[in-house]
């Protein structure tokens, strides 16, 4: 199955802050905002929503193709050739000749919340690619359209829906500065809409829209909720509820949510149920919290898997075993 994985591709900065963003909030004067936090740690890291869903569907052994747009330090500073070595399809990234690659600020507290900033960068000309024509080259079976460069994210949607390409909304960090016309462009006609909790909450918010009529204008529905799991709603039948893995040593969120996402895409490419797909995203999702930088977890078959079975059993762990060959 083809998968093409649209979206951001950055350069993360990544902080600690040793306390909680919260005890410097006051609530009655937020509109008065002014506060500076001392970071104790500069780690800077690869990162982008859609370079890192690419990396983990690469180690889960897949050859997706990455729809992105980047400066030429992408290839010069060698993140291409990190990503194609792991099995990422870069031939058709665009690369700006002027522009820099995308810049992700992330701090960190220690309750794990989380405060960034994004320079788009090369990012603003994703707009400028066609995915019609990648889908004439290869045909697409499944596009992810991550956030990005928003007339992008309209570009790739419109495309999908004229030519029928099912496609996965991930709006995710854009939804907080997006209105409800544009959310409501982005999420209608989904294959699979993903969120967290906190933007599934959001979606409904700015579109009006209910939770059913969310449900009703879309395919599958994911729900992530951190430490709780995930929630899967499909277009017909019950809910379904995978937990997360116990016992995990949380080091940094920044990349759980895109690695959750290529767990659960490749299990669907691979034919497994949502329930199953849903598990290899929860147990990708565990190697990446537990360490810092959204590409820097190794994975091998046999490990997986036996985390993987510990988890949710073995006709899980069987099923799912022989379903990848990473």
């Excluded at 994004?118 to 707009?127: I, S």
């Excluded at 449900?215 to 019950?238: H, L, N, W």
Aim: net charge negative; charged share 20%; proline share 3%.
């Amino acid at each position: 199955m083809h998968l093409a994985i649209a979206g951001s591709v950055a350069t993360d900065h990544l902080q600690i802050f040793r306390g909680k963003f919260s005890d410097s909030l006051v609530p009655d004067q937020l509109d008065k905002l002014s506060v500076s936090f001392l970071v104790e740690d500069l780690d800077i890291r690869r990162g982008g929503c859609a370079a890192n869903i690419a990396f983990a569907l690469g180690v889960l052994g897949h050859r997706p193709t990455l729809v992105a747009a980047v400066g030429t330090d992408f290839v010069e500073q060698g993140y291409q050739t990190w990503l194609t070595d792991h099995g990422v399809d870069c031939s058709l990234v665009h690369v700006s000749p002027t522009a820099h690659t995308a810049l992700c600020t992330i701090t960190t507290d220690d309750a794990h919340a989380q405060i960034v900033t994004f320079y788009p960068g090369a990012m603003a000309e994703a707009r400028s690619i066609d995915v019609g024509a990648i889908h004439a080259a290869q045909p697409i079976d499944i596009l992810l359209i991550g956030p990005d460069d928003p007339a992008g994210m309209q570009r790739h949607t419109a495309t999908a829906r004229e030519q029928g390409i099912a496609f996965a909304a991930d709006p995710s960090q854009q939804l907080a500065w997006a209105d409800g016309d544009l959310i409501r462009d982005l999420v209608d006609g989904a294959a699979y809409l993903f969120s967290n909790d906190y933007e599934d909450a959001l979606i409904q918010s700015k579109t009006g829209w209910s939770a059913d009529e969310v449900q009703a204008r879309v395919g599958t529905r994911i729900v992530t909720r951190g430490k709780d799991g995930v929630s899967i709603y499909p277009a017909a039948g019950e809910p379904i509820e995978v937990k997360a893995l116990a016992g995990i040593e949380a080091v940094d969120p920044t990349g759980v949510g895109d690695s959750f996402r290529a767990g659960f895409l490749a299990g669907v490419a691979a034919g497994l149920s949502l329930e199953r797909s849903a598990q290899i995203g929860c147990t990708i999702a565990a190697s990446v919290v537990e360490t810092t930088g959204t590409q820097e977890y190794q994975l091998d078959h046999a490990g997986f898997i036996d985390r993987l079975r510990s988890a949710y059993g073995d006709a899980a762990a069987d099923e799912v075993g022989a379903a990848l060959t990473f």
